[in-house]
């Protein structure tokens, strides 16, 4: 019979690999030696788990089953990569605001969820709920949850954050995969195109009775200039000499040039802050551009409702900008140079505007038109043969009357009807 001593060894035996650090803090760690002879401390926790966990380990060598990185795996929570994110662009990224509003809806939407437990069908099913209106930011103004459907467009954006968070994620080795997969973004409908017409304009215009005010809304008509661009522009950046506004960096991240017309230059040369200020739309001390929200939701948006003008937003007056130049016979590829498209595809949706063009491709099916029979008198038939004499003396006559085209007059004139895109151009800024 064993005594107590040799008890007591025969326990520390089979306790091997488990102690307490620090001594009584109930606080057990496990130490074991994979096939290679490298060792490893895991912290565990209670002196029970810690045996449990122990065998499991060894058992995992045994087997050829032990994969050390998957143990050092830190589980992170979608919330927590989220707010890193956001403190890594705060001073690089041009949307944070709106990064900010997608980093709410995502840390409410996966609220307490790591990154491995969010899969394809979690946000599938989100965005069903966005599309149907059930998930929207609160409204800190009123205290409530705002209801109400959003655009594809709108989710899209809600999507794309989330993908780049996930793509940081697997950059830095916190999750293996990015469940924001192609499939979850739906085909977004851009084709819409509202613009003032000439109606319209006259009664916004009498809604509008501070010329400052009116001189926003005019500049964004005639410049076709996004509302940030706008209200972020500078002085530097205007040159009355060349007739240029440059933006130094728009939507696609380059610079582009717009240029003003005579309207625009009045506008500008008009304005107090030119030599108060830096900025073209300043606030009241001159020291801030003009909050561009503020103004819309304070003077744009009830100057609509006065007139009696639907449907419309800010961002529509650069629609009018398009339309009016296409109408205009301005030609697609020039609107494109000054809107600032980076495709084709995004200017063609004012094409419809202009049908001039497509009206003369339809008309080259139709085959010349020919001359009527005559008959053995050398009339037209249904004509007697005095009357063709008298058409014939009526013919000589407009003949003799209408001028010679045969000349640099008659050159001119041809190109004065023709649709010539550097006269049309010339002629819109002149």
Known sequence: MRTSEERLAAKRRRERGVFERPKGSGVWWIRYHDESGREHRERVGPKGLALEVYRKRKTEIAERRFFPERIRRR??????????YLTRIAHTHRSYAESLRHAALWKSALSGRTLREVVTGDLERYRARRLAGELRPSDRRKGTRARGAVKIATVNRELSFLRRVFNVGIADGL???????????????NARVRFLTAEE????????????????????IHTGLRRGE???????????????????????????????????????????SRMKSRWVFSSLNGRTPLDAKNFVSRVFLPALERAKITNFRWHDLRHTFASRLVMAGVDLRTVQELMGHQSYEMTLRYAHLAPAHTLDAVQRLCPPSEEAPTSATGTTTGTSAPDAKNDVEKLDVKTSEAPDRTGASARAGDRDRTGDVQLGKLAFYR
Do not use: Q, Y
């Open 75 to 84: 589980e992170v929570r979608v919330a927590e990569l989220i707010d890193d």
């Open 175 to 189: 999750v293996e995969a990015n469940p924001v997969k192609p499939s979850l973004f739906a085909k977004e409908n």
């Open 201 to 220: 304009e006259t009664r916004l215009r009498e809604a509008v009775t501070d010329e400052s005010a009116w001189t926003k809304i005019a500049v964004a």
């Open 230 to 272: 706008e209200f972020g522009l500078r002085w530097e950046h205007v040159d009355f000499t060349v007739g240029i506004i440059t933006i130094p960096r728009s939507k696609s991240g380059e610079a582009r040039r717009v240029p003003m017309n005579d309207e625009v230059r009045r506008l500008l040369r008009d304005l107090p």
